[in-house]
């Protein structure tokens, strides 16, 4: 199995579990639903929801913990997407 990304911390199946915490820097996406805030990580396609962006934002964060924590490596491997960019796009309308 090839590497996934060490910006995650993780490095091969034979990774051992007990290593010490590093930083995975990740986009979110949170936006305002009718009643919560929805907040998207695209590169791992989790999402939370919160009453607001804060809470929002805290519950994405803990959700992706909990994720890595639990997911093997093939599982992150697969669901992990390096390249996500967000940008706003001009459409015509009507």
């Known amino acids: 199995m090839a590497p996934v990304s060490s910006a995650?911390?993780?490095e091969?199946?034979?990774?051992?579990?007990l290593r010490?915490?590093?930083?995975?820097?990740?986009t979110a996406v949170i936006e305002r639903g009718d009643a919560v805030y929805v907040a998207l990580c695209p590169a791992l396609d989790l999402a939370s929801q919160g009453d607001s962006v804060e809470s929002a934002k805290k519950n994405l964060v803990e959700a992706l913990e909990l994720f890595f924590e639990s997911a093997d490596c093939s599982e992150i491997?697969?669901?992990l997407h390096n390249e996500v960019f967000v940008t706003?796009?001009?459409?015509?309308v009507g």
């Not at 010490?20 to 990740?26: G, R, Y």
């Open 8 to 10: 995650c911390g993780v």
């Open 12 to 17: 091969s199946e034979e990774a051992p579990k």
């Open 20 to 26: 010490a915490k590093s930083i995975c820097h990740l």
């Open 77 to 79: 491997s697969r669901r």
């Open 88 to 92: 706003r796009v001009e459409v015509a």
